[in-house]
């Protein structure tokens, strides 16, 4: 067994041990100075940790998860790097506007990245990345997307 691992368990056993004895005493504590209102000062209190768990699991799960062949709308500009699709050409950096729209091909999750295809950019200069290049973004910089899912287009005989 790994001793690292093992080393671990035993710091968060300690945590939730000392969290146990601190909660326990807080009880002790509110009733022995507050014998009357015990009761509603504990329930008062269990709701609002309660709560604080709930808000803290929504939060967490608030991210969008992004699946192959989604479609992103951006509502803020995002920088990404291209895939070249020559090995002798370098990827450069490039800017996916405002309102724009990006297809995923690929999401690593384990990279932290998401390759996609650029389906429109209005804005036109060096700056900005071409319609039609694949590029690579750091799924940290997507905030604020619209996700639509769309059927993976199957071709038939």
Do not use: Y
Not at 88 to 115: F, I, K, P
Not at 145 to 154: F, M
């Amino acid at each position: 067994m790994n001793l690292r691992f093992v080393f671990i368990i035993l710091v968060l056993c300690f945590i939730g041990l000392l969290l146990v004895l601190g909660i326990r005493t807080a009880i002790l504590w509110v009733r022995a100075h507050f014998p009357q209102r015990a009761n509603i000062i504990l329930a008062g209190a269990s709701m609002t940790a309660a709560a604080a768990v709930v808000l803290l699991v929504v939060e967490v799960m608030d991210q969008p998860l992004f699946r192959p062949h989604d479609l992103l709308t951006l509502r803020e500009p995002v920088v990404a790097k291209t895939i070249p699709a020559d090995r002798g050409v370098g990827s450069m950096m490039c800017v996916v506007d405002v309102h724009e729209h990006l297809g995923v091909l690929e999401v690593e999750v384990e990279r932290g990245l998401l390759r996609a295809r650029v389906e429109s950019n209005s804005a036109t200069g060096p700056a900005f990345c071409p319609i039609g290049a694949e590029v690579r973004i750091d799924l940290t910089w997507l905030h604020r997307v619209s996700v639509t899912r769309r059927q993976a287009q199957v071709s038939g005989s």
